[in-house]
């Protein structure tokens, strides 16, 4: 999407434009095809939070062996795509008639981008097995570096 004068026709949705601009038909037809984005965006961020959901009441052991890796390579094509709109959508020379709907629609890009990134990363942790470091952690450097980090955080507050 590199411009909103390249959008193609569609239903007349007036309730998300000011009504206080005089519209065009075109314009009519580009905040249309918007709003059916955006719709498409919320559909799809709740059925990820759905699957989100679900992930979280199986087992590990279920859910690793859920995905294939050309599965999971494919949920991260998806994250990429988005973000990548996203990032698109952020330079694009927006007219003022449709400021609000194109921050509308970089809003819901990005919850449907948090959610499918919150989805890869509780897939992640099921499917890749935890590196565990030996070592040995003295409890009282712990305790010694919290209190140290409260201590600073207290000063920068005050600063």
């Known amino acids: ?8 026709s569609a239903d007349t949705v007036r309730y998300a434009i ?39 009441a199986m087992s590990t052991a279920k859910l690793g062996s859920l995905l294939s890796d050309s599965e999971y390579a494919e949920m991260l094509g998806y994250i990429e795509q988005v973000r990548s709109t996203e990032l698109k959508l952020k ?17 819901s890009l990005a919850k449907l981008r948090s959610s499918m990134v919150l989805l890869h990363d509780v897939t992640l942790q099921a499917m890749k097995a935890p590196v565990i470091v030996p070592g040995h952690a003295d409890p009282e450097a712990i305790r010694a570096l919290a209190a140290h980090t409260t201590r600073r955080l207290i000063e920068l507050a005050k600063a």
């Open 1 to 8: 999407m590199t411009s909103y004068t390249t959008v193609a």
């Open 18 to 56: 000011d009504y206080t601009q005089q519209l065009s038909q075109e314009d009519l037809i580009v905040a249309n095809k918007i709003n059916a984005f955006v719709k498409q965006c919320r559909n799809m961020e709740l059925e990820t939070k759905a699957a989100i959901k679900e992930a979280c």
């Open 91 to 107: 330079v694009v020379d927006v007219p003022d008639q449709f400021v609000l709907l194109h921050a509308e629609l970089r809003r």
